[in-house]
């Protein structure tokens, strides 16, 4: 079946600097994406969400990134603290079923 | 506002022993969902509830059922636990499909 996936399962950065995380989805039917942070003993918490009619959605210190033609979701994170240490999903909802989620990257803040 | 709330928040039980995890939503959401996530993997749904009134099989239903008690409840059980069903539980919630979910703190499940 269709499904969503990450390029990195960790991701390493220095505190400042800006985190780019990555998301490739193959289900061209989709039409809404959501990125979720989840901190260690804690569910997924809501970062920001983009449709399939935007390519670009901003957010405080966060922006989506839609290429549909490649079919690929990033989430960028500004200006990266120790507080954004977390599991990152993306997830994809193909014209109205349930959300699929990735597997997940860490994001590790190095101070 | 409590969002998801999710009880218990532990629970150990014997291979065999039943129980029933409990998930509330003050939102007015339509949808609800349960989800296991297991060591180093994403969510996998379990059950789903579009609306009050009905509930559907996700990608892991086995050794699960579901009870959309009315539109704030939606609670799992476990009928007779296994360890494969050693993992934490989360349920979350929607206004319908194509919105965010917000999710529960979850349930860490040991079965030993």
């Known amino acids: 079946g269709e499904s969503v996936g990450l390029h990195l399962p960790t991701l390493s950065v220095q505190e400042g600097d800006n985190s780019i995380i990555n998301c490739a989805y193959s289900?061209?039917?989709?039409?809404?994406f959501i990125w979720y942070k989840q901190e260690s003993g804690k569910g997924p918490q809501f970062i920001i969400d983009?449709?399939?009619?935007?390519d670009k959605r901003q957010g405080q210190r966060v922006t989506v990134l839609l290429n549909k033609t490649v079919k690929h979701l990033s989430l960028q994170i500004a200006a990266t603290q120790p507080g954004d240490s977390a599991v990152y999903f993306c997830?994809?909802?193909?014209?109205?079923?349930?959300?699929?989620f990735g597997g997940g990257t860490r994001l590790m803040v190095k101070p | 506002n409590a969002g998801v709330t999710q009880t218990p928040k532990f629970q150990v039980l014997k291979t065999g022993q039943s129980m029933t995890l409990q998930c509330a939503q003050d939102?007015?959401?339509?949808?609800m969902y349960w989800y296991r996530q297991d060591p180093g993997m994403g969510l996998r749904l379990i059950y789903y509830?579009?609306?009050?009134?009905?509930?559907d099989k996700g990608e892991v239903p086995n050794g699960y059922n579901v009870s959309r008690l009315n539109k704030r409840e939606f609670s799992l059980r476990l009928e007779s636990a296994a360890p494969s069903q050693t993992s934490v539980y989360f349920c979350?919630?929607?206004?319908?499909?194509?919105?965010?979910?917000?999710f529960g703190s979850g349930t860490r499940l040991t079965v030993v």
């Open positions: 979350a919630s929607s206004r319908d499909s194509n919105y965010g979910y917000t």
């Open positions: 289900n061209s039917a989709s039409d809404y």
């Open positions: 983009i449709r399939s009619n935007m």
């Open positions: 997830a994809e909802n193909n014209a109205g079923n349930m959300l699929t």
């Open positions: 939102m007015n959401h339509n949808s």
């Open positions: 509830s579009a609306s009050e009134g009905t509930t």
